[in-house]
């Protein structure tokens, strides 16, 4: 099999390392690929959209699934699909919505593979409402280290390792995963503005069971009155006779239609995004919504993937890149929220269009990121000044809070925090130990983060 010797990052485009990228294009080659590792072992990569350091592994092999991308089987009446871990979310929509059925939870990119979603046990807007990625999924077909291909099915060990596991269980072949129905291929959202952090988090917490849906734009650089000021998109799909008839849309309900503008120049100049772009960008953003909207029909992509219509978006934040930094706390911990808004506000981030969600139940998987509570995403180019340091702080109050940060943003965390964030470590520790004595699936952030 053709392996290129190639430079590896993750989505926020930090810390590169060289690793021999191979692409299987069967399972056979899947899995000569893993007996073929060598000492430095292999991790499994779909489309690199975790932020950091996930899907790379320096100086040894990193498994491309993309080549692995079939659609096995559609069952159109009762929902279900089986198809390869190396399918796109976007492709599943384009092939799922002409049937009326849409993927259980989807991230806030379409790009990401059916392994991504599994071994990050990804979240969406409705988590809420549907949990993780993998409470839809009833199976699913592993190569493990010994170069085997396993049938994993729900409520056993290997999948709780598995669905948030990082790819660190083997490599995932495939999928069975429980689709969501819809009758268009729109959603019907309502936006409302909220004029500070405890505004936003009592109209989330009064009114989120009503939507599927939910999420909130936060302006983390507004201070004073204003700080954690926020835009709330919540909404549904939007069913049949929400659609004006004699429209386009009605005539073809369930049509997938996407946007897309021109792609993020290869070199923008540095700090473009300082304070006061994204300081104006986020006044701008938050002027331009209204105060209260119902029942707008919005495009799915619009509504769930507004950054998928610029290619390479990523590259705005110049040669240095961008951390992402996710965190959780749980209900109860309203006032840990507070401080580290009001630390990131004060700290002046230029941070544009941070999301703050509420977390519904969590999931089995060991290392499954969501918990019930609330959870900060935001994005910092990662030649801020004093920004490690910043984040160490912010990891330690999250951890005294009793939360965690996200394994598929992370490029950073200190190790010795892991264990207090994710109790079921030294189970998944175990189970590594037993089920791949030699190491063989290991990636930066596993040598990094002692997984
Ligand atoms: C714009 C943007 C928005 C995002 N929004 C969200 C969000 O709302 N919610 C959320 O949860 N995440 C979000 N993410 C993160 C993203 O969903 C996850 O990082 C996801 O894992 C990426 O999937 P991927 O196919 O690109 O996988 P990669 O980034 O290539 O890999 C991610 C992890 O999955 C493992 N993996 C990949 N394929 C396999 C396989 N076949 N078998 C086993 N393991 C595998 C890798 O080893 C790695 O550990 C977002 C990312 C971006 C860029």
Same mark, same amino acid.
């Not at 392994?115 to 549907?130: E, L, Q, R, T």
């Not at 507004?222 to 049949?240: E, K, S």
């Not at 799915?300 to 978006?313: E, K, Y």
């Not at 509570?373 to 340091?389: E, F, S, Y």
């Given at each position: 099999?053709? $392996?290129?010797?190639?430079?590896?990052?993750?989505?926020?485009?930090?810390?590169?390392?060289?690793?021999?990228?191979?692409?299987?294009?069967?399972?056979?080659? *899947?899995?000569?690929?893993?007996?073929?590792?060598?000492?430095?072992?292999?991790?499994?990569?779909?489309?690199?959209?975790?932020?950091?350091?996930?899907?790379?592994?320096?100086?040894?092999?990193?498994?491309? !699934?993309?080549?692995?991308?079939?659609?096995?089987?559609?069952? $159109?009446?009762? /929902?279900?699909?089986?198809?390869?871990?190396?399918?796109?979310?976007?492709?599943?929509?384009?092939?799922?919505?002409?049937?009326?059925? %849409?993927?259980?939870?989807?991230?806030?990119?379409?790009?990401?593979?059916?392994?991504? $979603?599994?071994?990050?046990?990804?979240?969406?807007?409705?988590?809420?409402?549907?949990?993780?990625?993998?409470?839809?999924?009833?199976?699913?077909?592993?190569?493990?280290?010994?170069?085997?291909?396993?049938?994993?099915?729900?409520?056993?060990?290997?999948?709780?390792?598995?669905?948030?596991?990082?790819?660190?269980?083997?490599?995932?072949?495939?999928?069975?995963?429980?689709?969501?129905?819809?009758?268009?291929?729109?959603?019907?959202?309502?936006?409302?503005?909220?004029?500070?952090?405890?505004?936003? !988090?009592?109209?989330?917490? *009064?009114?989120?069971?009503?939507?599927?849906?939910?999420?909130?734009?936060?302006?983390?650089?507004?201070?004073?009155?204003?700080?954690?000021?926020?835009?709330?998109?919540?909404? #549904?799909? *939007?069913?049949?006779?929400?659609?004006?008839?004699?429209?386009?849309?009605?005539?073809?309900?369930?049509?997938?239609?996407?946007?897309? %503008?021109?792609?993020?120049?290869?070199?923008?100049?540095?700090?473009?995004?300082?304070?006061?772009?994204?300081?104006?960008?986020?006044?701008?953003?938050?002027?331009?919504?209204?105060?209260?909207?119902?029942?707008?029909?919005?495009?799915?992509?619009?509504?769930?993937?507004?950054?998928?219509?610029?290619?390479?978006?990523?590259?705005?934040?110049?040669?240095?890149?961008?951390?992402?930094?996710?965190?959780?706390?749980?209900?109860?911990?309203?006032?840990?929220?507070?401080?580290?808004?009001?630390?990131?506000?004060?700290?002046?981030?230029?941070? %544009?269009?941070?999301?703050?969600?509420?977390?519904?139940?969590? #999931?089995?998987?060991?290392?499954?990121?969501? !918990?019930?509570?609330?959870?900060?995403?935001?994005?910092?180019?990662?030649?801020?000044?004093?920004?490690?340091?910043?984040?160490?702080?912010?990891?330690?109050?999250?951890?005294? *809070?009793? /939360?965690?940060?996200?394994?598929?943003?992370?490029?950073?965390?200190?190790? #010795?925090?892991?264990?207090? !964030?994710?109790?079921?470590?030294?189970?998944?520790?175990?189970?590594?130990?037993?089920?791949?004595?030699?190491?063989?699936?290991?990636?930066?952030?596993?040598?990094?983060?002692?997984?």
């Amino acid at each position: 099999m053709p $392996a290129d010797t190639v430079s590896v990052t993750g989505w926020g485009r930090t810390a590169p390392t060289t690793a021999r990228l191979v692409r299987p294009r069967t399972y056979e080659e *899947a899995a000569a690929a893993v007996r073929e590792c060598g000492a430095r072992g292999g991790i499994p990569r779909g489309l690199g959209r975790a932020y950091g350091d996930a899907a790379q592994n320096a100086g040894g092999s990193v498994l491309d !699934m993309t080549g692995l991308d079939r659609v096995h089987t559609i069952d $159109a009446d009762g /929902g279900f699909v089986l198809c390869d871990a190396g399918v796109s979310l976007h492709r599943l929509m384009e092939v799922l919505l002409p049937l009326g059925w %849409f993927v259980p939870v989807t991230p806030g990119t379409r790009y990401v593979t059916v392994g991504g $979603a599994i071994g990050a046990d990804i979240h969406g807007k409705n988590h809420h409402v549907s949990g993780s990625f993998s409470r839809h999924v009833l199976s699913l077909e592993l190569l493990t280290a010994d170069g085997e291909i396993r049938t994993v099915g729900r409520d056993t060990p290997l999948f709780d390792a598995t669905a948030g596991g990082m790819g660190l269980t083997g490599v995932i072949l495939t999928a069975t995963i429980r689709l969501q129905p819809v009758e268009t291929a729109l959603m019907s959202v309502d936006t409302e503005r909220a004029r500070d952090l405890d505004d936003l !988090m009592a109209r989330l917490t *009064a009114t989120d069971h009503r939507y599927r849906y939910s999420v909130a734009w936060i302006d983390l650089l507004a201070r004073g009155a204003a700080m954690g000021r926020a835009v709330l998109t919540r909404g #549904d799909h *939007a069913p049949l006779d929400a659609l004006p008839e004699g429209t386009r849309a009605r005539r073809d309900p369930l049509a997938f239609r996407t946007s897309r %503008f021109p792609a993020a120049p290869a070199s923008l100049p540095e700090g473009l995004l300082s304070r006061t772009t994204v300081g104006l960008f986020n006044e701008l953003w938050y002027r331009k919504a209204p105060r209260a909207r119902t029942g707008e029909l919005q495009k799915l992509s619009t509504f769930f993937h507004p950054l998928d219509g610029v290619p390479h978006w990523n590259r705005i934040y110049g040669r240095g890149g961008f951390v992402q930094y996710q965190f959780v706390v749980g209900h109860g911990q309203e006032e840990a929220v507070r401080g580290i808004v009001r630390r990131i506000s004060r700290r002046r981030c230029p941070s %544009f269009l941070a999301v703050l969600k509420r977390f519904g139940d969590a #999931d089995p998987g060991w290392l499954s990121f969501p !918990m019930p509570g609330w959870t900060l995403a935001l994005d910092i180019p990662a030649n801020l000044p004093g920004l490690g340091a910043f984040l160490d702080e912010l990891d330690e109050e999250v951890a005294t *809070a009793g /939360g965690r940060v996200y394994l598929a943003k992370d490029s950073r965390l200190r190790p #010795d925090l892991l264990a207090a !964030m994710y109790p079921r470590l030294d189970d998944f520790r175990a189970l590594r130990a037993e089920s791949d004595p030699r190491g063989v699936f290991v990636s930066d952030l596993a040598r990094r983060l002692n997984l």
